[in-house]
């Protein structure tokens, strides 16, 4: 994917998510899902959450594992901080690489039709 198509995130510290095909493919393959299935945030864990986010950010760091993504939401709520402002950046990543609904498409992942939630591909 090309440069630029990446969100910022502030986790431990600056971290760039950014999904394409093949880190879906893989989060489908760790996770034993279909991601073509629109599926509310409400529907899934945190097994899920963390893989999204692993997922999002082994481009800029291959050595990063799931345990790792777990440590790293962990983290950052201890800091304080809000998982939903997390989900917020996976759904706005999403979206960027072109993973968002069409005009009366179903809607992804934690998002009703007016477009708000968390991320995931529709079908």
């Known amino acids: 994917m090309a440069e630029g198509r990446s969100v910022l ?3 431990d510290r600056e971290r760039h998510l950014r999904y394409d095909i093949n ?8 996770l034993g899902i ?15 959450l963390r893989g999204f986010l692993w997922a999002g950010l082994k481009h800029e760091d291959p050595t990063l594992t799931l345990a790792g993504a777990g440590t790293l939401l962990q983290d950052h709520l201890a800091a304080g901080r809000d998982i939903v402002d997390v989900a917020a950046k996976m759904r706005e990543a999403m979206d960027l690489a072109g993973f968002k609904p069409k005009e009366g498409g179903a809607a992804p992942l934690g998002a009703s039709p007016s477009g708000t939630g968390s991320a995931t591909p529709s079908s």
């Open 34 to 48: 279909n991601l073509a299935q629109p599926v509310g945030l409400h529907q899934i864990g945190l097994n899920a």
């Open 9 to 11: 995130l502030q986790l």
């Open 23 to 30: 880190a879906l493919a893989d989060l489908e393959q760790v």
